[in-house]
């Protein structure tokens, strides 16, 4: 994505979607989470505030000055009136069919602003254990044309989608369960988000390793940050955070997944004011894990 092309006006007129379907009212009203998360030669955005969309170009030119050039999105991008959840609500496997083709209408915003800004690549979760189907043969099917319909509305907007892993549904959560739903779907990959796949596995008594292993040829992009199994704590990376004090198992997980997926994007997911020299570390870190100085794109 080069700074020139973006196609972003002061307007925050929504672009147009396919589906007009009933509205889901009866969420309370979840303010924009306002995410910029920086990466390695790159930046990635989440749940804007719709007035924010006039000051793209002055953040894509301040990122890029400190040489981050691509730009992905995390769907949603904005948040329209109709969808005042929490953007980590995704419906795609929920029982009723309204609640799905909510999620539809608003992956086909997400997907219209995606191309609008001439993003790289869109991220969408597929899952959300606190509603999803509990049925693992009804989750599975509902998943596999999820991922179908995703794909097509990729083709449809020319913006490649990376789902990403979460084994948090009670009836969708392997990671052959994945593999299968992307099968013969080019537009998807998946985004492999560290700390999803650790806690995950913690709960579903899994090996994080051998689950990153099974995804690695469909990984296309990954969410990097510092944890520990079975804590909701989030901290920025750096290498003084080692694994045999309980965090998660950064280069071990690297290793693990360059071997089949030798050119992710990586995405710092945890927002910083500034880069202090303590998260530059961090930066350096992962970026000498990689190979350094990172040059790689993805192809």
């Not at 196609?7 to 009212?25: K, L, T």
């Not at 909701?232 to 990376?237: G, K, N, S, T």
Request: hydrophobic share 40%.
């Amino acid at each position: 994505m080069a700074v020139g092309q973006l196609q972003v006006s002061s307007s925050v007129e929504d672009p147009p979607v396919p589906q007009q379907v009933p509205v889901v009212h009866d969420h309370p009203y979840h303010p924009p989470a306002n995410l910029i998360h920086r990466g390695l030669g790159r930046f990635e955005i989440l749940d804007l505030n719709p007035a924010m969309v006039e000051h793209i170009p002055s953040l894509c030119a301040t990122m890029a000055e400190e040489g981050r050039t691509g730009l992905s999105v995390h769907l949603p991008v904005f948040r329209p009136h109709w969808a005042p959840q929490c953007h980590t609500h995704w419906y795609f496997l929920h029982a009723d069919g309204e609640r799905r083709e909510h999620s539809f209408r608003l992956l086909e915003h997400g997907l219209a602003w995606a191309s609008r800004l001439n993003a790289d690549y869109a991220v969408c979760h597929l899952t959300f254990g606190e509603t999803d189907t509990t049925d693992p043969i009804e989750a599975r099917r509902l998943a596999h044309a999820a991922c179908k319909r995703i794909a097509a509305a990729a083709r449809s907007h020319g913006v490649m989608v990376d789902v990403e892993f979460a084994a948090y549904s009670d009836g969708f959560h392997s990671a052959e369960g994945f593999m299968e739903a992307l099968a013969d779907l080019p537009e998807l990959g998946i985004c492999l988000d560290v700390g999803h796949l650790w806690i995950g596995a913690a709960r579903r008594c899994r090996d994080p390793l051998k689950d990153a292993a099974i995804l690695a040829s469909r990984i296309r992009s990954m969410h990097l940050w510092h944890g520990r199994s079975g804590l909701r704590e989030r901290r920025p990376l750096h290498p003084d955070n080692q694994a045999k004090d309980g965090w998660f198992d950064i280069p071990a997980l690297l290793d693990t997944v360059l071997g089949q997926a030798p050119y992710p994007a990586i995405i710092f997911e945890y927002p910083v004011d500034r880069v202090t020299s303590d998260i530059q570390q961090g930066y350096d870190w992962i970026a000498g894990l990689l190979g350094a100085p990172w040059q790689r794109s993805r192809p």
